[in-house]
């Protein structure tokens, strides 16, 4: 039979991967405390974006409507 393989096997870290450790590491030391989470501040922003589409979708259909009425206005027979 063959050699037996130990059931204890070390695994190397990839180069990137411990370059990306060592990286974040010394980076959350350095890092300055969060700034505390502003909910209204999101909020306005999701209004102001949900409105912005609003206005859009309202104009597309408007205008389809608009082509729409030309359509039939072109295919009636007077």
């Given at each position: 039979m063959g050699?037996?393989?130990?059931?204890?096997?070390?695994?190397?870290?990839s180069k990137s991967r411990r370059r990306r450790q060592k990286t974040s590491k010394r980076l959350g030391a350095s890092q300055p405390e969060r700034i505390e989470y502003d909910e209204?501040?999101?909020l306005e922003e999701t209004d102001r974006l949900l409105l912005s589409a609003?206005?859009?979708w309202e104009v597309r259909h408007d205008?389809?409507?608009?082509?729409i009425?030309?359509?039939r206005s072109v295919s009636v027979p007077s």
């Open positions: 050699a037996a393989r130990s059931m204890c096997v070390r695994r190397r870290t209204s501040a999101e609003l206005r859009y205008l389809i409507e608009e082509r009425a030309a359509i």
